[in-house]
């Protein structure tokens, strides 16, 4: 596995993965957490602008969880027509420190200061829902059934 901020590939062992949708990218600045490249495993969050970015980055009122990157997808800035493929159905693993029998069920949030591939377990003003945490994986790690979740109408809230 890497390990690294949206700046390498995390392993995320999707089970069931489905509903894969493309979304556009905009090309015309690094707007993808500064960067140019999106990794397979990262969460992708949904702007307001109908862009995708990273889960980790600003998230802003109206982000929303989209799914899982399905690949790796790099760009140039300015160039036309990529796209980011994007797993929106599925049980993912993803890295939540603490982790335990009780956390299943619970609902797992992405938010501005998160990496994107962890979650938390617990709401704050800017997070936005990935899915419900089916399985502990010891104690770092959990999988997440983001179906249902992915695309969803809950946004994030207006501070």
Do not use: C
């Not at 493309?22 to 960067?35: E, K, P, Q, R, W």
């Not at 995708?52 to 009122?61: C, F």
């Amino acid at each position: 596995m890497a390990w690294g901020g949206g700046t390498s590939k995390w392993n995320h062992r999707g089970k069931d993965a489905g509903g894969l949708l493309m979304f556009l990218i905009d090309t015309t600045l690094a707007s993808v957490n500064g960067t140019t490249k999106i990794y397979e495993g990262n969460q992708i969050v949904g702007t307001t602008g109908g862009y995708p970015k990273l889960g980790g980055s600003s998230l802003a009122s109206g982000d929303r969880f989209a799914g899982v990157a399905a690949a790796d997808v790099a760009w140039t800035i300015g160039e036309a027509g990529v796209y980011v493929p994007v797993w929106t159905m599925g049980t993912f693993l993803f890295a939540l420190a603490g982790t335990e029998i009780t956390d299943v069920f619970d609902t797992a949030w992405v938010d501005s200061a998160a990496n994107p591939w962890t979650i938390k377990a617990s709401y704050d003003t800017n997070a936005a829902k990935v899915g419900m945490i089916a399985e502990p994986r010891g104690t770092t790690h959990v999988w997440v059934n983001i179906t249902g979740y992915a695309s969803s109408v809950g946004g994030i809230a207006a501070a």
